[in-house]
């Protein structure tokens, strides 16, 4: 079983920053391709950003790139997302999830994914 906590949300002004960290659990992280998933009120939950196993390759949304890093530590079982130059729009619940060991592949779609976290809330005010 593998467990993911994620922390750093918060209230924030537009234009303002947040760095948001996602502690995994377990002995495969190294093994793991992950991701950032966000879902505002009444929305689907969308694609943020995703990472490769070694880090090597990053991936973004249209609406984050270049204003959102994801970034990853493998000896502290940790990933994070940089969040830079944030608007209102950016408002949601955050979450963090991980493929399965030495799977690659499509970023975007939550089926690829199989352990996710709670969430943690970005509330960005203009």
């Known amino acids: 079983q593998v467990q993911l906590v994620e922390s750093g949300g918060g209230l924030v002004q537009a234009g303002g920053s947040l760095r948001l960290s996602c502690a995994v659990s377990?002995?495969?992280?190294?093994?793991?391709?992950l991701g950032w998933f966000r879902q505002a009120p009444g929305k689907e939950r969308e694609f943020v950003a995703g990472?490769?196993?070694?880090?090597?390759?990053?991936y973004y949304s249209d609406s984050v790139k270049g204003r959102f890093t994801i970034s990853r530590d493998n000896a502290k079982n940790t990933v994070y997302l940089q969040m830079n130059s944030l608007k209102p729009e950016d408002t949601a619940v955050y979450y963090c999830?991980?493929?399965?060991?030495?799977?690659?592949?499509?970023?975007?779609?939550?089926?690829?994914?199989?352990?996710w976290g709670q969430g943690t809330q970005v509330t960005v005010s203009s």
């Open positions: 990472i490769s196993r070694t880090g090597s390759t990053t």
């Open positions: 377990g002995r495969t992280f190294s093994s793991r391709a």
């Open positions: 999830a991980t493929k399965p060991p030495y799977v690659s592949g499509s970023y975007g779609s939550r089926s690829e994914y199989d352990y």
